[in-house]
């Protein structure tokens, strides 16, 4: 099923490859809850749904299109959900999950059509290592901020944290034998230095388990959207077309792109083309109506997911397994919670897969400015907007530009044209 001879991977390789990504983005069920409860959404109703949206999308990416790559609620989606939607927008959370689900099932149908197939064959080729580079820097920078080595600074936005901290001296610690054991080429090296760093959090008494192990998942609300006819009819009511719009633009690209930079860092592109995109594809979408009807955000390929690549996978039973360990979780709530909460356990690996991300930058064309400089946008934008949508929105929208300023116009897919005006409309008029 998984093909992994074809692939040169094997089970050992690839359940290492799962359980790595699984504990670098398990995070997102604490903080998915967190985000969404200021929108007035139940803790429990969004912990399950998130749950479910995510085992949902990687069965989905595992069985039917064999890659390695986990899908989840969105971070940044959440927010603009929870904060731009139903704050700025004064609706109830029951509303603004309709026009989730109307996005979802509008993502479904074009992700049924060659569109967003043709998309990542329409991405330039110094895009794409952009977008991968751009990737590897955004994820270094979330592991260094979310242990403080890298906080923030009033008049200079960022700067060098508490070193002598306690999530500063365990990350620097795990990060040390984390690249230790990488060198020295041990298989799995990623995983056995997040176990390392943990028993290391265990007895310095950064992890504890006060809450036990043990609970049971829940959906205290029922379903948040259980007639379609009702949710297209909120969005009418409430003129929620340019919501469900950047729902469904920002998860294009946000999936579009992390899926070709996950791809692009496993080997697994043939030139320009994604080997079955459209069953890769339908995996978020599917997602994304699925959790809308239970109670989450928007669904997205995860750049976690380049830890697990870096760590040897290749194949669907690497998202397999994050499957089966998401679905465990449901009943290890207070166990994942006290896990997760402990940031330094997984950022050295996010900032070693940054690193290795970053070897795209040399395949840039930097001789060429009209090529080079929407890259460089890509790159620059994404860990300083923390938007991967928004880091190729601007290089879409320069790439048309330079090309026809340098009267290589016809150079340019027709499509790069399309989504540079959707991404202007998006971002002068749209963005909250």
């Known amino acids: 099923m998984f093909r992994l001879t074809e692939n040169g991977t094997n089970i050992r390789t690839e359940v290492l490859a799962g359980i790595t990504t699984f504990f670098t983005m398990v ?3 604490v903080v998915n809850p967190v985000i969404l409860a200021d929108a007035g959404v139940p803790f429990d109703q969004v912990f399950t749904a998130t749950i479910l949206a995510t085992v949902v999308g990687c069965l989905w990416m595992a069985l039917f299109a064999n890659y390695p790559i986990a899908i989840a609620p969105g971070m940044g989606l959440n927010a603009y959900f929870a904060y731009s939607v139903v704050g700025g927008q004064h609706i109830s959370y029951t509303t603004a999950f309709a026009a989730v689900f109307v996005a979802g099932i509008i993502f479904v149908i074009l992700s049924l059509t060659p569109l967003r197939e ?3 064959e329409a991405i330039p080729e110094n895009l794409k290592h952009g977008i991968t580079a751009g990737i590897g820097l955004f994820i270094a920078f979330i592991g ?3 242990t403080k080595i890298i906080v923030a600074d009033p008049v200079n936005l960022v700067r060098l944290g508490n070193l002598h901290s306690a999530s500063a001296l365990l990350t620097t610690l795990g990060l040390a034998v984390t690249l230790i054991l990488m060198v020295l080429r041990v298989n799995g090296a990623l995983f056995f230095g997040m176990i390392i760093t943990g028993i290391l959090a265990f007895f310095t008494g950064q992890l504890s388990f006060d809450k036990g192990f043990l609970s049971f998942p829940s959906l205290p609300e029922g379903l948040m959207v259980a007639n379609p006819i ?3 009819g909120d969005v009418v009511h409430h003129s929620l077309y340019a919501v469900v719009f950047s729902f ?3 998860t ?3 999936t579009t792109g992390t899926m070709v930079g996950v791809a692009n860092q496993a080997g697994l592109m043939k030139g320009d083309k994604l080997p079955r995109a459209r069953h890769a594809l339908l995996s978020d979408s599917v997602a994304t109506a699925i959790g809308a009807m239970f109670g989450t955000s928007p669904t997205t390929a995860y750049i976690e997911s380049t830890s697990g690549v870096a760590a040897g996978g290749r194949t669907g039973l690497t998202t397999l397994t994050v499957a089966v360990l998401f679905i465990l979780s449901a009943f290890f709530g207070p166990l994942v919670g006290a896990v997760s909460g402990i940031s330094a356990i997984t ?5 070693i897969v940054g690193s290795l991300m970053m070897g795209n930058i040399a395949k840039i064309r930097w001789g060429e400015l009209e090529e080079a400089f929407p890259a460089f946008l890509t790159i620059l934008a994404m860990p300083l907007t923390s938007s991967i949508s928004t880091g190729i929105a601007l290089g879409f929208i320069s790439y048309p530009l330079l090309k026809l300023v340098k009267g290589k116009g016809r ?6 044209y399309v989504f540079a005006v959707l991404f202007f409309i998006q971002l002068a008029f749209l963005q909250h």
């Open 27 to 29: 995070y997102i069920v």
């Open 118 to 120: 043709k998309l990542i």
């Open 144 to 146: 260094l901020r979310l």
């Open 230 to 232: 009702t949710a297209l």
């Open 248 to 250: 469904i633009l920002v």
């Open 252 to 254: 294009i690209f946000d």
């Open 347 to 351: 950022s050295p690996a996010l900032i």
């Open 411 to 416: 150079d340019v897919h027709p499509l790069v």
